[in-house]
């Protein structure tokens, strides 16, 4: 078995930070990439970021350039979102996944694994 958890979601107000924390167990441990993705209520869930844990190569999505960071512990396992200056749009439940070999980090299709997800809010 694999097993994703997601830790450090909560409610931020707009400017603020947080930082997400995605860490492997299992099966799991054998994943060439780590994507985070988000969904919002009533949309399609969409790929934010990704790390290959190879040669620690990062993608980002156009909307959170700039703000969210992502990192790789692999020592502990774990993938890390640091998300500043966060918007009201940010707003979703957010996942982890692994991606067992290379392919279009955007597509949710390609990860073998998720993890179960934590809340993000950006409100005032």
């Known amino acids: 078995q694999g097993q994703l958890v997601e830790s450090g979601g909560g409610v931020v107000q707009p400017g603020g930070s947080l930082r997400l924390s995605c860490t492997a167990s299992?099966?799991?441990?054998?994943?060439?990439?780590i994507g985070w993705f988000r969904q919002a209520p009533g949309k399609e869930r969409e790929g934010v970021s990704c790390i290959v844990r190879s040669d620690g190569s990062t993608y980002y999505e156009d909307s959170v350039k700039g703000r969210f960071t992502i990192s790789i512990d692999n020592h502990k396992k774990t993938v890390y979102l640091q998300m500043n200056g966060l918007k009201p749009e940010d707003t979703a439940m957010y996942y982890c996944?692994?991606?067992?070999?290379?392919?279009?980090?955007?597509?949710?299709?390609?990860?073998?694994?998720w993890g179960q997800g934590t809340q993000v809010t950006v409100s005032s």
């Open positions: 996944a692994a991606m067992k070999t290379w392919s279009a980090w955007l597509l949710p299709e390609n990860y073998h694994y």
């Open positions: 299992g099966r799991t441990l054998d994943y060439y990439a």
